[in-house]
């Protein structure tokens, strides 16, 4: 579990910091990054969150961790990528909870780069998935495992 953390948190590092170069090359001034969670409620989401606020403070980024509440999860994802569409973000970074999420199409016509974050989805516009394939990661264990 550690080592999917730090993966992940390496990984949005980089993504990062690729995305701060590119603005500052182009003389824009803070990019405003918005990462939309699936939640707060667990250890998981708020290493994830902590690891994306301090990229923001490290990079001079302009930005915002939200997630739903707990109790409130279904339909508020879409509804907080509205919301944050209408902010007209730079760059989103989001862990989808949904199965279909049409907004993401809005971003597209808006050549808004999108990256997923622990949870892949099928969608053509995607920049990057930022996270572990788990079914690569369970033949990689079984082989280990039968080394041993």
């Known amino acids: ?38 939640d707060l409620d667990s250890q998981y989401w708020n290493i994830i969150k902590a690891g994306a606020e301090k990229g923001f403070r490290d990079f001079e980024l ?10 409130s999860k279904k339909d508020v994802q879409e509804y907080m990528l509205e919301n944050i569409f209408n902010e007209n ?9 949904e199965a279909s999420l049409p907004i993401l199409d809005k971003y597209a016509e808006k050549n808004i780069p999108v ?30 495992g039968s080394e041993l």
């Open 1 to 38: 579990m550690k080592g999917k953390l730090l993966c992940l948190l390496l990984l949005f590092a980089i993504s990062t910091i690729s995305m701060w170069l590119i603005f500052k090359i182009s003389g824009e001034e803070k990019p405003k990054v918005f990462v939309v969670l699936k």
């Open 62 to 71: 302009d930005g915002k961790v939200v997630a739903p509440s707990y109790k």
């Open 89 to 97: 973000p730079d760059v989103l970074i989001v862990a989808p909870e």
């Open 115 to 144: 990256l997923f974050v622990d949870t892949d989805y099928s969608w053509n516009n995607k920049t990057i998935f930022i996270g572990t394939n788990n079914y690569e990661l369970g033949i990689k264990g079984g082989m280990l």
